[in-house]
């Protein structure tokens, strides 16, 4: 497969088809000079004109789409007319594969194919203008008297240390944050020594009998049937489902050990990488090596080697983020998602696509087996089981005979907190019996700061973000009100900005930060930890913190859904959810499901080993469906009952949506566009068009949005609908209309 040019059969072209990396409809034809036309195959990487500029682009042929999702070709322009290619670049082509998937995204997403290969090309480009032999920079001695030390060359020699690994310049630059030119000019002043780079280092090639697992009787069974879907090399979804610590990781490792005795590769997407540091070491202790690792935050020369590495290859295993889905696999032989069920697997801006699903396409074009992993599977992947389109293996019970927590309502009408706190005097003693016994516990709040809302108690102000339709959440640690939809920051204000009254502004409702000031005051002596997005940033970070708690020098962990991951704390005996009910409100379809999903794996951080766990959940609606199902752990009737509420309506999974989001700068030149959208509606059998409302978010960012949501019966897609209705209607420049196909946002 990495030679596809030479399996392709090669006819001399006078025409071809070029994707560039650009947000056109489609191809764009180019004529074949003479020289190259025995040479060109669909996949080469070429070198195009554009208006008056170059363009790299991939040599496109026609792929045999489903009719539902074909793109509309251009037009016809006399082969004379055309331009030519300039030249095909040194570059290992495309596969047949890739590109194929590469169609199908931007097919199904309704994305600019050029826009879906620029995800992928990014990283390749990169790859080839690094794999001449490179040149890098290290620290030359003491630093030359008389030198000027400007705050950016200080940056550089930060980055730098001497005796530091040698960087490239742009790795230098970029690590430091600085232009080239700054890095080029401390080599002039000879302050930096060039080396040849010393070359990759292989991607070691993972054991898979480094260290067997002795596996319980269902683990071995499922394990054995995960085996067994790999050695078919054939596509199908398994979905291993199974309480947290029932082993599933354990598992798909199996799948994983197998996939590699076959010399073959394995991809498994995590939803959130950088938090993964558990997840790494269990890899190694079972494989002896590192997987190689895929996310935006890697750097660029892990970037370049990785890509090289799937072509080649030499890359056994892929642990990443979802556009880890876009790397040029050889030899893929199987696919597994984690957490299927986790909302950060669908991508929200550029292309709209969500990695759970493009991975189960990935792996048909590939024909290898996908692995979908969950203690709390999606709706959707459940109907895809009932109804036969997936297998489904169960572990009904933790491992090593564990006990699930013992999960209890706290009903805060009954039994609420003393004025101007947030945490019940019952959640209060339970954490102080836990912390007298010397075991650990844990505050789960899913908000960042000190308080979602600053009033004015005299005039009743309330301080709003002024690019978004969003309060401003306070952050007392940094003194600010931010937005957290948008980058706003503002300082605290002495004075309400209404009425002018001052020290009237009151933080109303709590964030981890007030829940921390509460619990310092509650528990004096405890050693609180507090792990939020903003206080723990990077995989480093947050890897020490799971090590101090695994060390036990942490009692109290307060945090936001960082917490939530797959987390083993064996200490861990109790967690207190602050506000059970925060997410159930708002018109999200899933808003129940999605509670559900996050507090049982916020749950299950507790009692993972010898001592059992106990769960408390603070709520005022404790008969609501989602604490019942909580409290007796019956995941499956609380789905069976999601799905009954969901059938009659044909809300997904049982009828498919797909949502128009239209913003502009005027609201209302966004009125006007989406009342034609409106008014252009399709409509028929099974074909219904709800809206144009403004979205929740009214505006963000300045934008003013309206919402448009399409629904039909599963069995028509929404691709060709989608297309001829906004044929029909015509955008002026000042509006754009977003598409989102299955949204997992109502916002
Ligand atoms: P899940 O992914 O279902 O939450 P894990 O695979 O993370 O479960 O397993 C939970 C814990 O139990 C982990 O610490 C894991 O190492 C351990 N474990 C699971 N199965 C076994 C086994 N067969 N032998 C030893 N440890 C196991
Ligand atoms: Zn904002």
Not at 164 to 188: F, M, Y
Not at 582 to 600: F, S, Y
Not at 698 to 720: D, E, F, K, W, Y
Request: net charge neutral; hydrophobic share 45%; aromatic share 6%.
């Amino acid at each position: 497969m990495v030679q596809s040019s030479l399996l392709e059969p090669i006819a001399p072209r006078k025409r071809v088809s070029v994707l560039l990396p650009l947000p056109f409809p489609g191809p764009l034809d180019y004529a074949v000079p003479e020289a190259l036309a025995e040479h060109l195959s669909p996949g080469d990487v070429v070198a195009v004109p554009l208006g008056g500029r170059r363009e790299t682009g991939v040599v496109w042929e026609p792929t045999p789409l489903p009719t539902d999702l074909a793109f509309p070709v251009s037009p016809e322009v006399a082969a004379s007319r055309l331009r030519p290619i300039r030249e095909r670049l040194d570059l290992p082509p495309l596969s047949r594969e890739l590109r194929r998937f590469i169609d199908w995204v931007a097919a199904y997403t309704l994305a600019p194919p050029g826009m879906v290969l620029a995800m992928c090309l990014r990283s390749h480009l990169r790859s080839i203008q690094g794999s001449a032999p490179a040149a890098g920079w290290v620290r030359q001695g003491d630093l030359p008297t008389g030198l000027r030390l400007t705050p950016a060359r200080k940056a550089v020699l930060e980055a730098l240390p001497a005796g530091a690994e040698p960087l490239t310049t742009t790795e230098l630059a970029e690590k430091a944050d600085v232009g080239a030119s700054v890095v080029r000019g401390l080599a002039d002043a000879g302050v930096l020594r060039s080396v040849v780079m010393p070359p990759p280092p292989p991607f070691a090639l993972p054991d898979p009998l480094h260290r067997l697992p002795v596996l319980e009787d269902a683990q071995a069974i499922a394990a054995s049937e995960l085996r067994n879907r790999v050695q078919e090399r054939a596509f199908s979804v398994t979905l291993l489902e199974g309480v947290t610590g029932s082993g599933k990781t354990e598992i798909y490792l199996e799948a994983v050990a197998e996939c590699v005795q076959m010399g073959r590769q394995a991809l498994v997407l995590l939803p959130e990488i950088s938090l993964s540091a558990q997840w790494m070491d269990r890899f190694t202790r079972r494989f002896g090596v590192r997987p190689a690792v895929w996310h935006s935050e890697i750097g660029q020369k892990a970037r370049r080697l990785t890509w090289a590495a799937c072509e080649d290859g030499t890359a056994k295993v892929v642990v990443g983020a979802r556009s880890a889905l876009f790397l040029p696999f050889s030899d893929l032989g199987l696919v597994i998602v984690d957490e299927e069920h986790e909302g950060t697997f669908k991508q929200e801006d550029g292309v709209t696509y969500n990695a759970r699903d493009m991975a189960i396409v990935r792996a048909r074009l590939a024909g290898s087996p996908v692995i979908l992993a969950s203690a709390t599977p999606s709706l959707e992947t459940l109907n895809n089981v009932e109804t036969g389109r997936y297998r489904h293996l169960v572990l009904v019970a933790r491992h090593g005979g564990a006990s699930m927590p013992d999960t209890r309502v706290i009903d805060m009408r009954e039994t609420p907190p003393p004025r101007g706190l947030f945490l019940s005097p019952v959640l209060v003693d339970g954490i102080k019996a836990r912390l007298e016994r010397g075991e650990q516990a844990m505050l789960f709040l899913n908000r960042r700061g000190y308080a979602p809302l600053t009033l004015c108690r005299t005039c009743g102000h309330r301080m709003e973000c002024p690019h978004c339709t969003s309060w401003l959440v306070e952050h007392r640690r940094k003194h600010v009100l931010a937005c957290h939809y948008c980058e706003h920051v503002e300082p605290v204000p002495q004075a309400c900005p209404s009425c002018g009254e001052t020290d009237s502004l009151t933080a109303i409702g709590p964030g981890i930060e007030r829940i921390t000031e509460e619990a310092r005051s509650e528990f004096p002596d405890a050693r609180i930890l507090v792990m939020a997005s903003d206080t723990i940033s990077g995989p480093s970070a947050t890897a020490e913190a799971v090590e101090k708690i695994s060390r036990r020098e942490v009692d109290l962990i307060i945090g936001t859904q960082i917490v939530a991951k797959g987390w083993h704390f064996p200490h861990l005996t109790l967690v207190g959810v602050v506000d059970a009910d925060l997410g159930l409100g708002g018109a999200d379809l899933r808003a129940g499901e999605r509670t559900m999903q996050l507090l049982h794996q916020v749950a299950g951080r507790a009692g993972r080993a010898e001592a059992p766990g106990e769960v408390l959940l603070q709520s005022f609606s404790p008969l609501h469906p989602v604490m019942q199902a909580l409290v007796s752990g019956d995941f499956a009737a609380f789905m069976t009952e999601e799905a009954e509420q969901r059938r009659p309506g044909f809300w997904p999974p049982f009828g498919r949506l797909a949502a128009l989001i239209v913003s502009s700068e005027y609201a209302d030149a966004a009125d006007h566009a989406a009342r034609d959208l409106g008014a252009a509606a399709p409509h028929g059998e099974g074909v219904e068009v709800l809206g144009p409302v403004p979205a929740p978010l009214a505006v963000l960012r300045g934008r003013h949005r309206r919402r448009l949501l399409l629904r039909t019966h599963r069995n028509i897609a929404v691709q060709p609908i989608l297309r001829r209705w906004l044929a029909q209607v015509p955008l002026t420049s000042s509006v754009r209309v977003d598409v989102d196909v299955d949204p997992v946002s109502f916002m």
